[in-house]
């Protein structure tokens, strides 16, 4: 295979770029948006029209759930289809693109605002806008997973407004437009056109790494370091071909290509991965060490319970299921490790990736990537894990590293004592409407996440922080490894304490390691929030909401983030004390409770909770994505329904049309008996309103 790469013929891209079409704003304005589209109306960006760019765009805009059943250039017909609009004259939400209209447009450019491709990390998004004709994203701020997978496709990116012009007036821009401020590896990324191509580069000698800044001459022999960038010192690559990995310290924006621990992806991404792998390497290719790789099959084990009979007699649902097949071929052909779905009688997978990583893979230390925004779930224990792209996934089968320019990190410090009904998810809705989180100023940092009430969390409670680092904006999330990990990974692995210590031992920071920001949060002044819809930063106190009684329709408890062993614990409690009352489920609402592994399940059959589940009306789910990413039961059917989730996002569409609110495992079981929006109290009676069914009987 790599031969084969060597002998290949490989060059840049011209200096200077010309580029002949449209420029497509994406504006909060559906009349205008429809005006480009289908009337071939060019529009100019005054100030007013600026103001109006959309802010916030999220891949699930970009490229709705459904859309990534398609995996090759067929996403061409699809770009923006749930880009949400407002129609100004009437004030009501509008989704004005239809299928194709980009790709009939002649658009080479797309216009946004602020955190544009926040949300998922799914490729497809970019790989959408390119098959349709866009080559240069221009916006105010762009995520970072959504920038990295324009790179690598060969997409261009750029925060430069004035390229607007330039474009328009048909100008020859030079290359370094957007390559400037990039570091070398970067920049030789977009210069050769793709991470694939530069890669190729790179085996056959052609491109000169930078010298890792601790061993040029004169470097300091030590630096003091975060537990991330101690990481990332020892991964590395000094020299791949004499297997050289680790140097004594790393610094902010040192970048390089890092060697992985452990490298996975699920079935929306190992499809496309697959076929740039064969298309690209060969079809008789072999994956580098594939006892590191593993493969799920987890987000759409339930499509047929949330497919709607539209799309399924659009053919849709034959599609999707599609990706399990190439998927399972892909894996039988390399011998990887493939997690599928449960076998028998069960409808289920067997587990969801990160939950299955952190309970059974992942260590204190190690260097991971997934295909999933929520990767950084393993960082609970004091690993870096973060979510890459499909090219990114595909290369990394090839090298067994992956690109990294070293992010900065700020550090979360939560201190005091909370009240019993305040869990990790609490912190976590204060954290994201904290303004440094909201306005974007943490994207593609590392937030640490440490203070005594972080230490006092259970890892499962951790990996909820750590897990929605992917809320935030940030590049991961991680916890530093402590007598907790090590109790953590003694009695949930089965690990020799002798080991477990081992492994923990420096996985911590250093006293005065350097961050960018610092918050500061009292455990004592948080009280159970919940995230209203649209948004997770728009987080309020429960007690606000109660006065107005919000109703639900829908309950769903569970997901990677809250279908953890101590979340069905809490929804255990909250249900324990309704049963005791003589409480069941609310008449009006529909509750689904799904957990993130088989193990979990299991936990939850020896304690007894299946059968209080069934008592108290909730329907349990097995393992699984599902109406957290509208594939799945849960998921709302109208924009009127209203439903309350312990998940981890609750952008437009995410799980339906309807109304998402986001919430601790308390709350969404406390909501679940109560019909409407509520925070539970220990010991205090939940008072339900009355039945809409009784009262329309």
Known sequence: MIKDLLDRPISKRPSTLKFDGRILYLLDDSALVRAQLFEGRDVSLTEELRERLRDQISTDEITPAYICYFFDETLGDFPYLGLRTTNRDTGETDYPVTRSSVKDGGFVCSVAGKRRGKGSSREQSPYAELMAGIQVVVAESIERIYNENCQNLGMLTTTDFSVLDRILAGEDIPLSVFTDGKDDITREIIEYGGLFEFNVARLQGKVTLPVPASLESGAAPSRSMTVAEKIFARHLVVDASKNDVGVPWVAPGEAGFFRTDIRFSHEYVTPMSAIFFEDKVGED?????????????????????????????????????????????????????????????????????????????????????????????????????????????????????????????????????????????????????????????????????????????????????????????????????????????????????????????????????????????????????????????????????????????????????????????????????????????????????????????????????????????????????????????????????????????????????????????????????????????????????????????
């Open 285 to 697: 290719a072999k994956v580098v060490d594939v006892d590191s790789v593993l493969f799920f099959r987890d987000h759409l084990t339930f499509l047929a319970k949330a497919m709607t009979q539209e799309r399924i007699e659009e053919g849709l649902l034959d599609v999707a299921n599609q990706l399990e097949v190439k998927q399972r071929t892909f894996a039988d052909k390399q011998d990887i490790k493939l997690y599928g779905e449960q076998m028998g009688h069960r409808q289920g997978s067997e587990a969801i990736c990160h939950s299955k990583i952190l309970e059974e893979y992942a260590e204190p230390g190690h260097l991971i990537i997934g295909s999933d925004s929520h990767t950084p779930h393993a960082g609970a224990i004091g690993a870096v894990a973060f979510g890459v792209g499909t090219t990114a996934i595909f290369n990394s089968w090839i090298t067994k590293d992956v690109r990294v320019r070293v992010p900065k990190s700020f550090k979360v410090v939560i201190t005091g004592t909370p009240a019993p009904n305040v869990t990790a998810k609490d912190y976590m809705l204060e954290i994201l409407r904290h303004p440094y989180v909201k306005d974007g100023h943490a994207i593609g940092q590392i937030i640490e996440y440490a203070g005594p009430a972080v230490e006092a969390l259970s890892v499962d409670e951790r990996a909820t922080m750590t897990n929605m680092a992917a809320e935030v904006g940030a590049f991961t999330g991680i916890i530093a490894a402590d007598q907790k990990s090590v109790e953590f990974l003694v009695s949930e692995r089965g690990m020799d304490r002798a080991r477990a210590e081992m492994l923990t031992r420096g996985m911590q920071s250093d006293p005065d390691a350097e961050y960018v920001k610092v918050i500061e949060i009292d455990a004592s002044r948080v009280r159970p929030m919940a995230a209203l819809p649209n948004d997770p930063g728009n987080g309020v106190f429960i007690d606000e909401l109660e006065a107005d009684k919000v109703r639900i329709d829908i309950a769903y408890a569970g997901s990677c983030t809250a279908g953890k062993k101590e979340d069905m614990d809490m929804y255990a409690a909250v249900f324990a004390e309704a049963d005791a009352a003589a409480q069941r489920v609310h008449p009006d609402v529909r509750c689904y409770i799904q957990c993130g592994s088989v193990e979990v399940r299991e936990y939850c059959r020896e304690r007894g909770y299946l059968d209080l589940f069934e008592r108290m009306g909730a329907e349990f789910i097995e393992p699984g994505c599902g109406a957290c990413i509208n594939a799945g039961p849960g998921v709302t059917a109208s924009p009127e329904e209203v439903s309350i989730s312990s998940q981890n996002r609750n952008f437009p569409g995410r799980s339906g049309p309807g109304n998402l609110y986001l919430a601790s495992p308390y709350s969404v079981a406390a909501s679940a008996v109560a019909g409407y929006v509520t925070q539970w109290v220990p010991g205090q009676r939940i008072e339900p309103v009355s039945s809409r069914k009784l009262a329309t009987v």
